[in-house]
């Protein structure tokens, strides 16, 4: 949750979440995953420092929060085809083999209903074992 935040936020997180889903075509989980190493790299040498967390942009140069956002709007946004695209199913819908995303289920096509079902013979034949 705060690598998702923080992506939003900072140009530099912003930036490299941006670089996992559009040069290397991973989905929204795994690029906050890679924020998310990012930011506590980033935690750990302020913790370690005793300095204060300062927003940069990617050249390095401070930034208020709101030149922040104007710049993660400009140059780091997903387009929402990308962000389609990327989305990953559902757990329940894998496991239960449902379409996603208009790939077609390996399971059987569904039954057709009673009233369009097509006529068939009627006859049973009794094969002996």
Do not use: F
Not at 65 to 89: G, H, L
Not at 96 to 114: C, H, L, N, Y
């Amino acid at each position: 949750m705060a690598a998702e935040t923080a992506r939003r936020l900072d140009p530099q997180l912003a930036a490299i979440y941006h670089r996992q889903v559009i040069e290397r075509g991973n989905d929204h989980t795994k690029a906050v995953c890679a924020v998310a190493t990012a930011l506590t790299t980033r935690l750990v040498a302020v913790l370690r420092e005793e300095r204060a967390y300062v927003i940069r942009d990617v050249d390095g140069t401070p930034v208020d929060p709101q030149e922040a956002k104007r710049i993660i709007a400009e140059r780091y946004a997903v387009p929402a085809e990308i962000r389609a695209a990327r989305r990953q199913p559902r757990s329940a819908q894998r496991m239960k083999g449902r379409p996603t995303g208009g790939v077609k289920s390996k399971a059987s096509p569904p039954s057709p209903p009673a009233d369009e079902a097509p006529e068939q013979d009627a006859t049973w034949v009794l094969v002996e074992a």
